[in-house]
T-cell receptor, first 112, second 115 residues
Framework: TQLLEQSPQFLSIQEGENLTVYCNSSSVFSSLQWYRQEPGEGPVLLVTVVTGGEVKKLKRLTFQFGDARKDSSLHITAAQPGDTGLYLCAGVPVATLGRLYFGRGTQLTVWP | NAGVTQTPKFQVLKTGQSMTLQCAQDMNHEYMSWYRQDPGMGLRLIHYSVGAGITDQGEVPNGYNVSRSTTEDFPLRLLSAAPSQTSVYFC??????????????FGDGTRLSIL
């Protein structure tokens, strides 16, 4: 079983569309992170959300941490081909502070 | 700025062979970890270390050993390679003893095939 469930697994959209990716768990997390990974490279951190209910914006990307600190979402407005990549959520459960767990990822493809 | 350096980048082994994947960081980070990435599985934690001399198991530790004799280096050893260990392996590091709220710095990965 996966501690962090991401959905959808694949997303293929046209340039200009909006999209939301979800990251859910039954566990409580001290924080949740979102990474983006390009082919042949390691993941790169986009954002860390720490407080329940927190909303962070990074240009066209909006990240939200659930009030109960068990889930998070990533919303992209007016997607561009440069947004194409694998988006991964990751978190450290409050019960195991030494372990960072990743979701299975959402493969996003944005067509021109 | 080298960051996290993994070697080799590619490796092909035969079943039963042993090998060591190298990971070095030059940022004086306390926390280091190893993940494997398989299609559709995201990244799964193999082993991690909160500082020199201290290591612990992650989600999928069987068949792998680690040691942390220095702050900089965190090698991953495959004792007797099996085809199920074919994967892309990533090493990561972060500044403090816990990865919580800390950005993970990843290497570029080692692509390992076991025949």
């Amino acid at each position: 079983t996966q501690l962090l469930e991401q959905s959808p697994q694949f997303l293929s959209i046209q340039e200009g569309e909006n999209l939301t990716v979800y990251c859910n768990s039954s566990s409580v997390f001290s924080s949740l992170q979102w990474y983006r990974q390009e082919p042949g490279e390691g993941p790169v951190l986009l954002v860390t959300v720490v407080t329940g209910g927190e909303v962070k914006k990074l240009k066209r990307l909006t990240f939200q941490f659930g009030d109960a600190r068990k889930d998070s979402s990533l919303h992209i407005t007016a997607a561009q081909p440069g947004d194409t990549g694998l988006y991964l959520c990751a978190g450290v459960p409050v019960a195991t502070l030494g372990r960072l767990y990743f979701g299975r990822g959402t493969q996003l493809t944005v067509w021109p | 700025n080298a960051g996290v350096t993994q070697t080799p980048k590619f490796q092909v082994l035969k079943t039963g062979q042993s090998m060591t994947l190298q990971c070095a960081q030059d940022m004086n980070h306390e926390y280091m970890s190893w993940y494997r990435q398989d299609p559709g599985m995201g990244l799964r934690l193999i082993h991690y270390s909160v500082g020199a001399g201290i290591t612990d198991q992650g989600e999928v530790p069987n068949g792998y050993n680690v040691s942390r004799s220095t702050t900089e280096d965190f090698p991953l050893r495959l004792l007797s390679a099996a085809p199920s260990q074919t994967s892309v392996y990533f090493c990561a590091s972060s500044p403090t003893y816990t990865p919580s709220n800390q950005p993970q710095h990843f290497g570029d990965g080692t692509r390992l095939s076991i025949l």
